[in-house]
């Protein structure tokens, strides 16, 4: 809805409630000039239609391929990147994730349940063996050098079995192969913005889509095609398959939290602060996250999907946001002008300043924030 307003779609006297809640992402629509941005926001402005029939904004900012084709993004998997009511982990599909999932299931679970046995079994044995019934005559034994060796020992080569594996784990999640693409995740009470440096400088706004009849008037409600309820959203972070993906978080208001679970990635984004993760994800396919850092009234409600694309079709998806593909410089949009262009925009976009004190009257904005529910 606050990208409809801000796209001119809504009429502005009926924006008037949810004034306090549009004011952070208006001024951010509003800050950036009127070509990429604008257009960015337009296929998600367009209700379903946009899939078939490219509106003029998307085509007038394709200089790169002339006619831009509209996007079609894929629809999600079930039981892959959703949670599907399984007690384990997530199907991994990024090489950090595989790798600490084989280390849980195969290692730590296994480790688990031997000990667990183990301990149970000696329990048992010590129970009836030792009972009173059978021993009227208790043992004084006090000492015995091999168990209490063997005691000694267990533990430590247990805990040395489990650091190893445990600390080259850590050592691949915190040393990145060199990025092939860097995105800019922000944090945003209450929904998230990405932004393509390498491809221009756009930027796009993630909002959760609502159910139908639930949307605030004329935004597009949430169908299966875009994804689960309250995981699903109007725009996604669109990566390449099989490229090394750096994700730069921050936030601009509090603490949120870059979570997606078929990826293990978990992130803090802390305004001020910027955390550095990163992926390498070979299947395309739609993946879900959510915030996961308590972070107000609407925490549950600022959800991330990412879609993993074709490099091949990542290529077409930032013509449609009017980006630019590093390498491959339109004779109409010369890189360095563009670059230049785009980037104080992006930096002035950021509505840091100006965004904290509109967000900071929640009594203002959380019962307007209720009633666009
Ligand atoms: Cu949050």
């Known amino acids: 809805m606050i990208a409809l307003a801000a796209a001119g779609m809504v009429p502005a006297a009926a924006q008037g409630q949810t004034a306090t809640t549009a004011a952070p992402q208006e001024q951010q629509q509003a800050a950036t ?18 899939a078939t029939d ?15 084709p509209a996007f079609q993004h894929a629809a999600p998997t079930p039981g892959i990147g959703v949670p599907d009511g399984r007690a384990g982990l997530q199907d991994q599909f990024s090489p950090v994730g595989k790798e600490a999932a084989a280390f849980h299931n195969n290692w730590l679970l296994v480790l688990c349940a031997i000990i667990s046995a183990v301990v149970l079994i000696l329990l048992i044995y010590v129970i009836l063996k030792f009972r009173r019934g059978a021993n009227p005559v208790p043992s004084r034994t006090s000492h015995n050098t091999v168990v209490e060796v063997i005691w000694t020992l267990a533990p430590v080569l247990i805990l040395v079995a489990i650091a190893v594996p445990s600390i080259r784990l850590i050592r691949h999640q915190y040393s990145p192969p060199p990025a092939d693409l860097t995105v800019k995740v922000v944090g945003n009470q209450w929904y998230w913005t990405y932004q393509y440096p390498d491809n221009g400088g756009f930027e796009i706004v993630s909002n959760m889509l609502h159910e139908k009849g639930e949307q605030p008037a004329g935004a597009k409600f949430r169908t299966d095609a875009d994804g689960p309820k309250l995981l699903a959203v ?41 955390n550095e993760t990163w992926v390498k994800v070979d299947r395309p396919g739609v993946y879900f996250g959510q915030c996961s850092e308590l972070c107000g009234a609407r925490h549950g ?11 091949e079709r990542y290529a077409q998806w930032v013509a449609t946001k009017g980006g630019t593909m590093p390498g491959a410089t339109p004779a109409a949009a010369p890189d360095s002008t563009g670059s230049t262009t785009v980037s104080p925009a992006a930096v002035t976009a950021a509505p840091t300043p100006a965004a904290a004190p ?8 959380t019962p307007a924030a209720g009633a666009a529910n």
């Open 33 to 50: 000039p009127a070509g990429p941005s604008a257009a960015a926001a337009n296929p998600a402005a367009t209700p379903a239609a946009t």
């Open 54 to 68: 490219p509106t003029p904004g998307a085509s007038a900012v394709a200089p790169a391929t002339g006619a831009a």
């Open 301 to 311: 409600f600022m959800p991330i999907a990412i879609e993993v694309v074709t490099p």
């Open 358 to 365: 509109a967000n900071s009257s929640a009594p203002a904005a």
């Open 234 to 274: 109007d725009e996604r972070l669109v990566i390449p398959a099989g490229k090394v993906v750096k994700f730069i978080v921050t936030s601009n208001d509090v603490i949120h939290s870059f979570a997606m679970p078929a990826f293990w990635i978990k992130t803090d984004a802390n305004p001020g602060i910027l």
